[in-house]
Structures are given as structure tokens and as C-alpha cells.
């Protein structure tokens, strides 16, 4: 049985101001369905989370959230999932999001975002995978993060090979592109 494509999109709880960024996760949702490429996410049904779910949805496309008992409610967990996976807690959901992804891509989002992010980056950084990492750069985003890893490389703070660990796209086009699922 041949392997399945699963991307895993950690992106906002919250749409944000710019209605460019909700933009962005509808056209990524449906390339995705069209691309026959499984969606693993948050499983949330708020935010730029649950519009990228309901895109991809609305296109055939198979998504899968992964959402801790504790946001259940917080979150309103999506009910029209391909499949909804409640966890006891945020690592089990982490680790389940992690093992059932082919590649990562980030959108726009806030701290939950970069907690998730930067664990992929650290679990790639030592070793515990070898999975592709996109960051989709959508309108410079995510610049601030791109100075901040330059920060940390010069100042010495990490490997030198830190910025072959992830790549920065500039939109969803993009990342399908790079893509090598």
C-alpha cells in the first residue's frame, strides 16, 4: 500500500487582522484536496485552523485534527473532520501531530504556532526526524522569526546547520513546489 501524503499545518486559533492571512489558508486548504494531500492540524474549528480545514473539506479533502481534551471546548473541536482525535494533554497531541506528518508547514499564527514550530525545529535539529519544515513567509510574516534565527547563528547559539533544517516559501504555490512528500 503506497504511503500516504500528510501535511502538517500548525497555524492561528485566531483569523488575525489581515484578511490576506484567511485568504492564504482557504487557497492552501483547497490545494491541498486537489493535491490529494492529508491535512493534520490543531483540529480546531475557530480561526485560521478551522478555515483551512473547512476549505480543504469543501474540496473532498481528508483532514485530520488533533485537539487536547482541555480546548475542546476553548477551541470548539471541529466536528466534520475526516477524523477528530481528542488527546489527554498538549504533548500527547504534539507527539500524535508529529508521527502521523510527512512534512510541516507553518502559517501565520501566534504563540501556540511557535511552540509547535520550534519543537519540530528542535526534534530536527537532534536528530528525532528528518521531515521536511516550511515556512510559508505570506506577505513577510514571518520576517521577525527569519531575523531571529540569524540572531541566534551568529551569536553562536546554535548549529551552523540550523538553516538547512527549514525553508522559508512565500506563499502556498510556493510550498506546494518544494514539496517532496
Known amino acids: 500500500m503506497k504511503k500516504k501524503?500528510?501535511?502538517?499545518?500548525f497555524c492561528g486559533s485566531q483569523s488575525g487582522h489581515n484578511p490576506d492571512y484567511q485568504d492564504l489558508a482557504i487557497r492552501l486548504g483547497r490545494l491541498a484536496a486537489l493535491h490529494k494531500i492529508e491535512?493534520?492540524?490543531g483540529g480546531g474549528d475557530i480561526g485560521l485552523m478551522g478555515i483551512?480545514?473547512?476549505a480543504a473539506l469543501s474540496e473532498g479533502g481528508k483532514v485530520v485534527g488533533i485537539l487536547p481534551s482541555?480546548?475542546?471546548?476553548?477551541e470548539?473541536?471541529?466536528?466534520?473532520?475526516s477524523e477528530?482525535?481528542?488527546?489527554?494533554?498538549?504533548?500527547?497531541?504534539k507527539s500524535?501531530?508529529?508521527e502521523k506528518s510527512d512534512a510541516f508547514a507553518i502559517l501565520p499564527g501566534g504563540v501556540g504556532t511557535l511552540?509547535?514550530?520550534?519543537?519540530?525545529?528542535?526534534?530536527?535539529?537532534?536528530?528525532?526526524?528528518?521531515?521536511q519544515i516550511f515556512v510559508v513567509n505570506y506577505k513577510n510574516y514571518w520576517d521577525p522569526l527569519k531575523d531571529l534565527l540569524s540572531h541566534i547563528l551568529l551569536n553562536g547559539f546554535s548549529n551552523p546547520n540550523l538553516k538547512n533544517f527549514l525553508q522559508f516559501v512565500e506563499d502556498e504555490k510556493a510550498l506546494f513546489k518544494e514539496l517532496q512528500l
Open 84 to 93: 477528530l482525535i481528542i488527546t489527554p494533554n498538549m504533548h500527547i497531541r
Open 39 to 41: 491535512l493534520i492540524y
Open 115 to 131: 511552540d509547535e514550530f520550534f519543537e519540530v525545529l528542535t526534534w530536527k535539529h537532534i536528530g528525532l526526524h528528518q521531515k
Open 5 to 9: 501524503n500528510r501535511l502538517c499545518i
Open 96 to 98: 500524535q501531530m508529529y
Open 52 to 54: 483551512l480545514a473547512n
Open 70 to 74: 482541555i480546548l475542546e471546548k476553548q
Open 76 to 81: 470548539i473541536g471541529h466536528q466534520k473532520l
